[in-house]
């Protein structure tokens, strides 16, 4: 039996934006437009872009007004021609053509990957115009974002599940027809979110709907396809990951990061020796490169819970627990059941085991004096550094059994938050 306790460490929680831009970046972007081209015509691209919305939209598709899709979507893969093979050619308002010989097809799937192509430039959307509000704070466009955000909120919940056969399997979707491309289409919404929150263009209330009906109703549509091994589950990483660091949410975080087919399992088997992607195709290697990329950028900028301790020390202390109630009771102790009976810290051999601040920042004698050395400061991913604790900070354990051939039993989390 082995029992495991870990020991995280999370810093204050971080102003918004910070899902990929935050402040510094976006001041830092409006600079560069100023002496590089490139830049500008990048940030010019996105202002063109809210300039002409939602008029772009209703042209491409020949909208008589300006709506969310009242249904799910379909699978792109559907729009081929049957007897050639080939992708379709699609002219609004409904027409869906084979550019081989000119027939027409009409009806489910050819309409419903039209409404799939509809969500996802929606989504899209969202993103440039909250990118534009940020750039120019030009208010319509962040409003404009919102309410892409807000009436998906309202309808998304609505959506059937279903899957590119019409039916509720485990990986089928709402907006879309399976898990893979709902969580493609949910990273361009959190980043909006994102973009938006600290900023007064949503109320609270707004706020409260949009996270609750949108990004975490759509979370746990993709949570319900535990796909494993696979380029699916690292883009169902991202996509609940963006919804995971956007809030704040340090469970959804830990299960992107560290789950049971989270992002360091991924990298650890779908990975090969030399680095290549283990389906063996160079499509397959930068279609999923692309998910992990974007979960790591998350992760760094996100800053979840960082280990700083891992410890299976309880396997060489001297004392069992049952041996621990033993010497106790056989003293006069009188427990009871439910008495709480504690360990004190317990470290292992390794510099990562030890068990407390005062024992990770040690950093030996000085032979000269052979007084202790100066505190070594913890190195944390956001470049900040720890000797002990500061306001805000918050302190997480964690333990847990396991052995070979049984169920691990969890014993949940002990957290704790500083406040001056």
Not at 41 to 65: Q, R
Not at 279 to 286: F, L, M, Q, S, V
């Amino acid at each position: 039996m082995r029992l495991v306790t870990l020991f995280l460490f999370s810093l204050p929680l971080l102003a918004q934006p910070h899902l990929f831009l935050n402040e510094a970046d976006l001041e830092r972007i409006r600079l560069r437009t100023q002496s590089d081209s490139w830049a500008a015509s990048t940030v010019d691209s996105i202002k063109t872009f809210a300039a002409g919305w939602p008029k772009s939209h209703t042209d491409k598709y020949a909208l008589a007004s300006y709506a969310i899709p009242d249904k799910g979507g379909q699978w792109g893969q559907h729009y081929v021609c049957p007897r050639h093979g080939v992708s379709l050619t699609f002219a609004a308002p409904a027409t869906h053509r084979c550019p081989i010989d000119a027939a027409t097809f009409s009806g489910w799937p050819y309409e419903d990957v039209i409404v799939s192509r509809r969500h996802a430039d929606l989504a899209d959307a969202a993103r440039e115009l909250a990118l534009a509000f940020r750039f120019t704070g030009e208010r319509r466009y962040g409003e404009q974002a919102a309410w892409i955000l807000t009436r998906y909120a309202e309808v998304y919940p609505t959506y059937a599940l279903h899957d590119k056969d019409g039916r509720n399997t485990r990986s089928g979707a709402r907006a879309r027809a399976q898990t893979l491309d709902e969580a493609i289409w949910l990273i361009p919404l959190a980043w909006a979110y994102d973009l938006l929150s600290g900023t007064d263009v949503m109320t609270d209330e707004q706020r409260a709907k949009v996270e609750r009906d949108l990004l975490r109703a759509c979370v746990e549509t993709i949570r319900r396809n535990d796909a494993g091994i696979s380029n699916w589950q690292s883009w169902h990483n991202a996509g609940v990951g963006a919804v995971a660091f956007a809030l704040n949410d340090e469970e959804l975080i830990e299960w992107v990061v560290n789950g049971k087919s989270g992002f360091r399992f991924q990298m650890k088997n779908s990975v090969e020796g030399e680095g290549f992607w283990y389906e063996g195709a160079w499509g397959y290697h930068y279609y999923a490169l692309d998910a992990l990329l974007q979960t790591a950028e998350m992760e760094k900028r996100g800053m979840g819970p960082h280990r700083i301790s891992r410890s299976k020390a309880f396997k060489e202390m001297y004392w069992t627990f049952a041996q621990m109630v033993t010497h106790h009771t056989s003293n006069g102790c009188n427990l009871q059941p439910g008495d709480l009976l504690a360990s004190g810290t317990v470290s292992g051999r390794g510099a990562d085991e030890r068990g407390c601040l005062l024992e990770l920042t040690w950093d030996g004698l000085d032979p000269t004096t052979g007084k202790p050395k100066p505190r070594k400061p913890i190195q944390l991913p956001s470049g900040e550094t720890r000797t002990f604790l500061q306001d805000g900070d918050t302190v997480i354990f964690k333990g847990y059994c396991e052995r070979d051939g049984y169920r691990r039993i969890g014993f949940g989390e002990c957290r704790g938050r500083i406040v001056n």
